[in-house]
């Protein structure tokens, strides 16, 4: 039998007007801000007039770590959250939205798959509602202004070797990770080393998708460091006095997405932060938000749960006062045989051998999670190759875990194959048996946040930070920033610092790197290994192949 | 008596739905796709629809230099559809999008002023319907794919020290006008020397405002030169395979956007390019479909009637297939004053004598204009200060020109302070008088063109171009661009190149500095002074002061 591919079927989506879908919500015409028939901002007003509303069941899904196999989280959410609705649920689904810079470097990132997609797919992965160029404009404008004020005659002491405000474009461009800036003499201001980011790693998108309202969205931006001083004190943003007018600029970012999945269910698509050196998550506004009005919210978190899961329960849950009722974990046949030790190529052949020596990283998943509190299943996204003997293989490993795996098939089938699983979890969120607590509390010194992630999430003997390291962790604690959680940046790969390191690996350590202060957002990043805030575009980039055909439609992005 | 603000008229404005607004042009609501409730893009399949309609009228808008005293070029072209609506004609008005990042520097542009706006004002000062983010990331992607291609191997073997494609930012960011790229080592490519424009004076605004579809948009942008190898042989855009990526990324950007007057009069906002490196008039798209679906199309030409309106004649008529059925050139007795030397603090006392000795300057443009063979008007922008004896001095002076002077007092009362020049120039438009031709053939050789416009526009005794600039034409003519109109970059503030030089000089001669190709823009600009690509922030930005006050309504923008 032959499949459709996700751009085939996303096309052949029956979309409804989105004042039908928000009207599944209670959200009436005159509190949506259309842009085009099928994508609509959610005004404040009614976001503020929903908050005395009781609060739905909140329910996280994350994964095992990432192989080039694919798990299918995003994938999985929305077929939960049509399964939800199947089974007669008023259910919202909450991701993230795409950067647009690397979908011109690798195919593009559809919103899900098979039939379980959040449509319209084409502008989602370009433009959207316009969202991240506003952060786009707001960090831009804080960026000439800084410079702005050096020109000026520096008033500020900007120590211009100390400038922390990099500049960011929504683009692969590795040419501008490292620039020497206003050159060209005394009408272009004093000469010195800058970059830039790609804007998914501006400290502005994680404020944005972290920020309660507008006022608190201001708060933070003015308490962003933006450069320091010959004796070391700190530079905000504040100072600067371009918080005001970034705010008017983020005014309609800050309203979420409302799209529609195929199936014609509620999706809010908000906030996009990058999962290393950010938080990684969709916007506390949109979850907020959605919780208010649906009574069930499926959400996910980057990367795998070492990762995004660690940084959703630990910052975004802690910052905003959100509990997941239930986790669900995403794992697929194939992911356990690549951690099993399958090359990508053989992964068509039946192995159950190799599904049993790959659970082991799923297990630790499991208790990982647990830790927290939170109740576990294991959705197995169903792949039509997968054998019976391979799935029982996984269900049964997870039982000695003390937890269940259900499979999934809403790929192949929509809502009609995620029933089972949206029935259990639904089971579960309303038993009200989650005990949600972060890992530490807000009082641990910084260091010893890092051990116990380390330690009690990546299960290393130890992290490893240098004296310089120890000694910045105790002056932003003497400055007022030890009640902040910290944000881990280490590959997702791997439960340790080497991507090649699959399972459940142990005996390793944990090397910090860097720690940097983002003091709007709210958290100190940790480094471990290198990271990458601008990609570059590979030597073929997809760019060459998009284009519109002769019907005008995007070919070559997907 | 006191007079509300630009702002405080805007905010009590009664807007209608947009849907009503496109309904008085015959486009149904699934041909708008809405951003908001009251903005909209008109579809393209609609526009496509109407190719077969009878084309309306075109009046232009244009100016004397412009003074500090300020002349109301766009509030006269709002005033005058407001007035065309108000006698019964069916009429819609076409204008430029501002440019963003500007409005963090100086105060804002609203659009239009006194009872004479469109709205929504604060949307349109800041992401409107997000064209210009769209052109910056196309324009960020062909840049980034450059460098992408040198870095992995230089196939097209461009010499990196004649790379001629910028960057660009949509902010005044004077950090960024020279800059070093591809610093930090192996990884990073290739240093070369680099900078930064504003958004608006990219070649693809230009091109987006040129293009007559999505079509001609992909061939124009293909026709771009980036590069130049050793050989001095040209790197077009479409061998780096942009052209088809950038044509998606713009996609939506080519849709015009309809908005309305604060009479609930239809408004076509679309397009911006730079008025002195670019032709500086609104999309051809849009007035096109205007043309096609009103019987009375104004739109406005940038700066004076020596940069503006000959452009739009040389360049946008002759490249649309537009022809102009009456132009209307508007002047305040404020401005003849400043020009008759006048300072603007003494600008509120009366001085007949001064407003006699500044109108040498309107009649030059009255001359100039006529020589097009278009019929002009000129309007009175009726400030409340101005005198009997004041006015009554201009409409004599312009007698004597063979023209006739209106005043219009639509900043007071709206359209019906307009009704007067809306009849007449209804009545001009409709006479068939108009015999509009360019004001020099296709074929004349380059220079010659130059020429033709310094002597016959400017009055000038002649254009110097030194022999690398006289050789720079010939071989362009002989690479076959021969063709290609010229686009003057000339300070706006005189017929002269200095600046300072007001009324209307003769004896002046023009020194062309610099000659550039946009090849997909198809025109070959000629720089007579200073330009400046990138502008910076002033000592003290408009930014410090933005901000949402307590009603969540933008303060410090206007």
Not at 56 to 72: D, H, S
Not at 86 to 98: D, F
């Amino acid at each position: 039998m032959a499949y459709k591919s996700d751009i085939q079927i996303a096309r052949e989506a029956q979309k409804k007007p989105i004042q039908e879908i928000g009207a599944k919500l209670g959200i009436g015409s005159d509190d949506l801000l259309p842009y085009g028939h099928d994508k609509a901002k959610v005004s404040q007003s009614f976001i503020n007039g929903v908050q005395g509303n009781q609060t739905g069941k909140l329910i996280l899904v994350t994964a095992i770590n990432p192989t080039p196999a694919g798990e299918g989280k995003t994938t999985t959410t929305v077929g939960l959250g049509d399964g939800l609705n199947r089974i007669g649920k008023k259910a919202a689904v909450c991701i993230r939205e795409a950067s647009l810079g690397p979908n011109f470097g690798m195919k593009g990132g559809a919103a899900g798959g098979g039939y379980a997609q959040i449509v319209p797919m084409e502008d989602m992965n370009l433009h959207f509602t316009g969202d991240f160029h506003a952060i786009t404009s707001a960090h831009s404008l804080l960026s000439a202004m800084i410079d702005n004020h050096i020109y000026w005659g520096n008033e500020l002491e900007i120590d211009v070797r100390r400038v922390v405000w990099r500049r960011v474009v929504d683009m692969n461009d590795r040419a501008l990770r490292q620039i020497t800036a206003s050159l060209g003499g005394v009408a272009n201001g004093f000469p010195r080393e800058a970059g830039f980011d790609i804007t998914v790693a501006s400290e502005v998108m994680a404020i944005l998708c972290l920020a309660k309202d507008l006022q608190d969205l201001q708060q933070r931006l003015g308490d962003m460091i933006v450069a320091y001083r010959r004796d070391r004190t700190p530079v905000f943003c504040r100072d600067i006095k371009a918080d005001g007018a970034m705010t008017v600029l983020l005014k309609d970012a800050m309203q979420p997405n409302l799209v529609q999945t195929l199936e014609n269910n509620p999706a809010f698509v908000h906030g996009g932060p990058f999962a290393n050196i950010a938080h990684g998550c969709n916007s506390v506004i949109a979850t907020s938000t959605a919780l208010k009005i649906a009574d069930y919210v499926v959400t996910e978190a980057g990367f795998g749960a070492d990762l995004g899961a660690e940084k959703f329960l630990n910052i975004k849950c802690r910052k905003a006062g959100l509990a997941p009722d239930c986790v669900v974990l995403v794992a697929t046949v194939r992911a356990m045989k690549m951690n099993g030790g399958v090359a990508k190529a053989d992964l068509g052949a039946e192995n159950v051998e190799a599904v049993n020596q790959g659970c082991p990283n799923l297990g630790r998943h499991i208790s990982n999670l647990k830790s927290f509190g939170v109740p576990v299943v294991v959705a197995i996204n169903h792949f039509v190759t997968d054998t019976e003997a391979e799935v029982q293989a996984v269900k049964d490993y997870v039982a000695t875990q003390g937890s269940e795996a259900i499979v999934s098939q809403h790929w192949e089938h929509g809502s009609k194959g995620s029933e089972a699983l949206a029935t259990r979890v639904a089971e579960i969120a309303d038993s009200g048996v989650s005990a949600f607590a972060p890992l530490y509390p807000d009082e641990m010194p910084l260091a010893d946040k890092v051990q116990t992630i380390c330690k009690r999430i990546y299960h290393a003997d130890e992290a490893l930070m240098d004296q310089k390291i120890r000694d910045q962790l105790k002056l932003w604690e003497e400055q007022g920033y030890g009640h902040l959680p910290v944000c881990m940046a280490k590959t997702q790969y791997s439960f340790s610092t080497d991507p090649t390191l699959r399972g459940a690996p142990t005996g390793h350590s944990v090397p910090v790197r860097e720690v940097r202060l983002s003091a709007g957002a709210g958290f100190i990043v940790v480094v471990c290994g290198e990271i990458m805030t601008m990609p570059g575009l590979p030597r073929v980039p997809s760019a060459e192949n998009i284009h519109l055909n002769e019907d005008g439609q995007i070919e070559g992005l997907f």
